[in-house]
Antibody
Framework: EVQLVESGGGFVQSGGSLRLSCAAS????????MHWARQAPGKGLVWVSR????????NYADSVKGRFTISRDNAKNTLYLQMNSLRAEDTAVYYC??????????WGQGTLVTVSS | QSVLTQPPSASGTPGQRVTISCSGS????????VYWYQQFPGTAPKLLIY???QRPSGVPDRFSGSKSGTAASLAISGLRSDDEADYYC???????????FGGGTKLTVL
């Protein structure tokens, strides 16, 4: 069974940093592109970033470019999102996902990041 | 303001057919596959439609997707009370080099 389990969310002051992790299991992690998306309270889904299977290619939404860094450790089956210079508008539930791409579409349960101004 | 435009709300009565639109441009819908998600409060989104009009196993055939040019739509027929949820379209955008989601449509079953 495919599982994606995020961790590392919490409360942080504006300007601070946080690193999210996503532990993957049930599939060959090293073969897949992986993404982060987020959803502010009461708002819609927003894509944040993606990384290719070996970590050599990354893309970011303009809103996080230069502040967030996506990475992965294929030996540990883990995806990361390093978030620096956090702002109040970064407050959201952050989802790790192996999607979109086809019928096999998987999302984690999400981890809440709250940035206090 | 999302790159993909969805109506903020839609509604229908049980048994009716409802359509949710998603309008984009040549850099996203016009040249790439469209996906549709269903989301209930407090839960992660669930894939309803992939590759414009394909249903994953387990998704009822009451849900269907279509695409024409730079617009896509999700149709729900035989509306049920448990279809009440938020619906999002998603697509890769070549200009932005990223995935874009529509703003979401809240479906109410009257």
């Amino acid at each position: 069974e495919v599982q994606l389990v995020e961790s590392g969310g919490g409360f942080v002051q504006s300007g601070g940093s946080l690193r999210l992790s996503c532990a993957a299991s049930g599939f060959i992690f090293s073969r897949y592109w992986m993404h982060w998306a987020r959803q502010a309270p009461g708002k819609g889904l927003v894509w944040v970033s993606r990384i290719n299977s070996d970590g050599s290619t990354t893309n970011y939404a303009d809103s996080v470019k230069g502040r967030f860094t996506i990475s992965r450790d294929n030996a540990k089956n883990t995806l990361y999102l390093q978030m620096n210079s956090l702002r109040a508008e970064d407050t959201a539930v952050y989802y790790c996902l192996r999607a979109p791409g086809g019928a096999d579409d998987y999302w984690g349960q999400g981890t809440l990041v709250t940035v206090s101004s | 303001q999302s790159v993909l435009t969805q109506p903020p709300s839609a509604s229908g009565t049980p048994g009716q057919r409802v359509t949710i639109s998603c309008s984009g441009s040549s850099s996203n819908i016009g040249g790439n596959y469209v996906y549709w998600y269903q989301q209930f409060p407090g839960t992660a989104p669930k894939l309803l439609i992939y590759w414009n009009n394909q249903r994953p196993s387990g998704v009822p055939d009451r849900f269907s997707g279509s695409k024409s040019g730079t617009a896509a739509s999700l149709a729900i027929s035989g509306l049920r009370s448990d279809d009440e949820a938020d619906y999002y379209c998603a697509v890769w955008d070549d200009s932005l080099s990223g995935v874009v989601f529509g703003g979401g449509t809240k479906l109410t079953v009257l």
